[in-house]
């Protein structure tokens, strides 16, 4: 247990339904990222926070998604009207700013 | 940053010690190797980091020579519980990470 929970751990949702990630990082730490992992492959970067500033987006997030980050604690990652492509491991981490991120057990999203 | 290649899979019996060898030609002055590892439906786990010559914690070493164009990860015995998929990553102390493939080390009894 890295101490990084994401709810929930399986999410199964119809195409073009709207999903929302949640995400818990290590209390102390102030930079949170979202990463997008799918079969065979490495985790893909989508999104990282610095306390509640969004500061960098992959081209990766569509403007279907967003993610929030208030008071620069939990965050949201949501998904709307989600496409069969979407389907895939949502990963986040937590991290100080130095050295090694810390990843949660993600969510894992199938849309049918 | 830097792109890396590294070996697709590995196999190896129990007891072995496994050596995944991560080329990062292109690697900056500035940016550390570090090595994660992946157990299914896990997120991503931190083994060692390094920048030049030798690391070594309770987990693996890390060889990394003078030009630091590759890095070698050992795992020494290895037991069926380190089969997992291994990735190198170039990085800064800050920052997102951005893997690869990485490398799936099967250990057989």
């Known amino acids: 247990d890295t101490g990084v929970s994401q709810n929930p751990r399986h999410k199964i949702t119809k195409r073009g339904q709207n999903v929302t990630f949640r995400c818990d990082p290590i209390?102390?730490?102030?930079?949170l990222y979202w990463y997008r992992q799918t079969l065979g492959q490495g985790p893909e970067f989508l999104t990282y926070?610095?306390?509640?500033?969004?500061?960098?987006k992959s081209r990766l997030l569509s403007d279907r998604f967003s993610a929030e980050r208030p008071k620069g604690s939990f965050s949201t990652l949501e998904i709307q009207r989600t496409e069969q492509g979407d389907s895939a491991m949502y990963l986040c981490?937590?991290?100080?700013?130095?050295?090694?991120?810390?990843f949660g057990p993600g969510t894992r999203l199938t849309v049918l | 940053l830097a792109k890396t290649t590294q070996p697709i899979s590995m196999d190896s019996y129990e007891g072995q010690e496994v050596n995944i060898t991560c080329s990062h030609n292109?690697?900056?002055?500035?940016?550390?190797i570090t090595w994660y590892q992946q157990f299914p439906s896990q997120g991503p786990r931190f083994i060692i980091q390094?920048?030049?010559t030798k690391v070594t914690n309770e987990v693996a070493s890390l060889f990394i020579p003078a030009d630091r164009k590759s890095s070698t990860l050992s795992l020494p015995r290895v037991s069926l519980s380190d089969t997992a998929v291994y990735y190198c990553?170039?990085?800064?102390?800050?920052?997102?990470?951005?893997f690869g493939a990485g490398t799936q080390v099967v250990v057989t009894p």
């Open positions: 981490a937590s991290h100080t700013g130095y050295n090694e991120q810390f």
């Open positions: 209390s102390e730490h102030n930079r």
């Open positions: 926070f610095q306390n509640e500033a969004q500061l960098e």
């Open positions: 292109n690697i900056a002055t500035n940016d550390y």
């Open positions: 390094g920048y030049k």
């Open positions: 990553l170039p990085t800064k102390s800050w920052g997102k990470l951005q």
